[in-house]
């Protein structure tokens, strides 16, 4: 059974930063691309970030470029993504997801549908 857990969501300051920790489990680690996706009150869920370590690939949408990290720790079957510089309009549930595609078309806001296997989400909300 595929399973995909994130952590590490949490209440923070403006300016702050958090870590989110995407555990997956049940799949072949290397064989997928993992993407974070977020989905903020009252809007359209869209992807933030992609990495896939056998093609040494990230990917950061306009609105994270600059703020957040993505990683990879292939020995844990572990994505990261290290957030800073936090905005309240950051404010989200954010998601990690896994796909076997390998194409442009995974690494964007709308690339929800590509992605096979998703977590349950974990909660950022951000204060000013």
């Known amino acids: 059974e595929v399973q995909l857990v994130e952590s590490g969501g949490g209440l923070v300051q403006a300016g702050g930063s958090l870590r989110l920790s995407c555990a997956a489990s049940g799949i072949a680690f290397d064989d997928y691309g993992i993407g974070w996706f977020r989905r903020a009150p009252g809007k359209e869920r869209e992807g933030i970030s992609y990495?896939?370590?056998?093609?040494?690939?990230?990917w950061y949408a306009d609105s994270v470029k600059g703020r957040f990290t993505i990683s990879s720790d292939n020995a844990a079957n572990t994505v990261y993504l290290q957030m800073s510089s936090l905005k309240p309009e950051d404010t989200a549930v954010y998601f990690c997801?896994?796909?076997?595609?390998?194409?442009?078309?995974?690494?964007?806001?709308?690339?929800?549908?590509?992605?096979?296997?998703w977590g349950q989400g974990t909660e950022v909300t951000v204060y000013s």
């Open positions: 997801a896994a796909t076997k595609f390998y194409n442009e078309y995974v690494m964007s806001r709308t690339a929800a549908l590509l992605y096979d296997h």
């Open positions: 990495i896939n370590s056998k093609h040494s690939t990230t």
